[in-house]
């Protein structure tokens, strides 16, 4: 009987315990989309530190990549961090970059047991940090959240694996499947909710890209407008090979506050590069696509992770948006529906392809979908 009654225990103490480390990485989580938007090409990750269940430290990656979460968070716990628990949403990195291996921080620090919910696929870590942990007597848990921890890092993960940024595709379609007026005059489609939504996903994006004709057509400036939030702005990439962007459009009148980089060819004159240059924006040449007047895209996305760019947004227009979706380049497509229509003249959301290209597409699958006032919002992500 009594050792009935010890197993109760033992496994009540197991369920509270794993109920606990879930609590924990939740909010390690939490903390590192913190960082999303800022600290490309590091990962955002977050870091919480754990002792008799009590937070003692927190922290996340810092703007620019440095300080790493795991610093950030042993800082803030001081000597407090001797026998406690780690729960780090990205495996700690093993090797010598800018900064000190963060494994090693760990380690100096006493920490008796890390959780880390995902495993780093750069080949400078790649299962190192964990076993470096391991090999000084720290207790290791490697997989809680995972799912969710894979998806914060999709940026990171691509990069490292595909040499591309993570691909997100915004389209605010009417409810007759239009993204403009006729003439491609611009229309307003969703309402203050779901425009704010669009602002915020842009602060957490590195870089928001555009083609020639949107901003011939409707002038955008693609900051984050949200309030105290404008310097989170996201790098602005037009793709533009022939350098058609108007000296007084309003990307280029703010080239010297919010970076923005111009796409372009081999073949654009140089005379009108220079004078981009001089405006304060970043001229990069890429190949032509094929048989084709446009940018060749698997060029122009090797190019901005050249760069550091991890998690790129494509706001449009329709050409692009065809492009991408047609190339397979769109890894999520959040579809912004308003509920009224432009009118048959309107211009189709996807160009040529129809929006079922998204809506019934064999590699993308519906994430979630909600509610944003008048507007819906439905989230569709890479199978």
Known sequence: MIFRILEDQYAEQTRALKAADRR????????????????????????????????IGRGWTQPGGRPHAEVEALRRAGEAARGATLYVTLEPCSHH???????????????ARVVSAIEDPNPEVAGQGH????AAGIAVEVGLLAEVAAHDHAGHFRRIRDSRPHVILKLAVSSDDRIGAAGHRPVAITDDAARAR??????QCDAILVGI????????????????????????????????????SRLMQSARETPLWVMTSGTAEAAAAMKLGAAGAQVIR???ATGSADLDLD???RALTGRGITRLLV???????????????????????????IGAEGILALDALPLSAITQSPWLKLRGSETLGDDTLAIYERA
């Open 24 to 55: 924990f990485m939740a909010l390690a989580l939490v903390l590192g989309r913190r960082g999303q938007g800022r600290t490309w090409p590091n990962p955002a990750v977050g870091a919480v530190i754990v002792k008799d269940g009590v937070i």
């Open 97 to 111: 970059g800018k900064s000190p291996p963060c494994a090693d921080a760990v380690i100096s620090a006493g920490i």
């Open 131 to 134: 076993a470096r942990l391991r």
């Open 198 to 203: 669009v602002h915020l996903l842009r602060a």
């Open 213 to 248: 004709g949107t901003v011939l057509s409707d002038d955008p400036l693609l900051t984050c407008r949200l309030p105290g939030m404008e310097p989170r702005s996201p790098v602005r990439v037009v793709l533009d090979r022939s350098l058609r962007i108007p000296g007084s």
């Open 286 to 288: 890429v190949p032509g």
């Open 299 to 301: 060029a122009v996305l």
């Open 315 to 341: 706001e449009g227009g329709s050409r692009v948006a065809s492009a991408f979706v047609a190339a397979d380049l769109a890894d999520e497509v959040w579809l912004l529906r308003g509920n009224e229509p």
